[in-house]
């Protein structure tokens, strides 16, 4: 596939997520971060039971290439652990997700909105390169004493 995003083809994806009043400490900050980091830890070594600790059982999950293609969405936690699981077989070489440029757009004790900067990187044969790059949104709930990602949407620059 050869879609490809052109400049600020995200922006109007970005504004379904208007900014409120950031009312989380920074310790609860950290929280929410950390989430963030066990799930892309999750994916890239295809480890279920962390992905399934950090989803809330009714999670979404929605992808879209370029504002071309869509992927989802794919509803409820068994449906994005069906996905990862079916895409991790599929896997030939290393992906590594790498979130960048945090920015909490709203959050308080129970719900956080958070943006995030994507880079997909692979190694395959020994050969390091960026397979794509995007941007992801990540809503999340604080649910049985920890955060868990409750809707997630990526948008994805060109195809992975």
Known sequence: MT?????????HHLEATPAGEVRLDPAGQ???RQTLARYVFALDHADMAALEGVLTEDATWTAVIADETEQGPFIGRAAILDLVRGAAQAQTDQRRHHLTNLVFRRADDGTAVVWAYLTLTSNADGDPAVVTTGFSTFTLRHAENAWRIT???????SAA
């Open 3 to 11: 879609t490809t995003g052109a400049f600020g083809w995200g922006s």
């Open 30 to 32: 950290l929280a929410v």
């Open 151 to 157: 809707d997630l949407f990526i948008g994805l620059d």
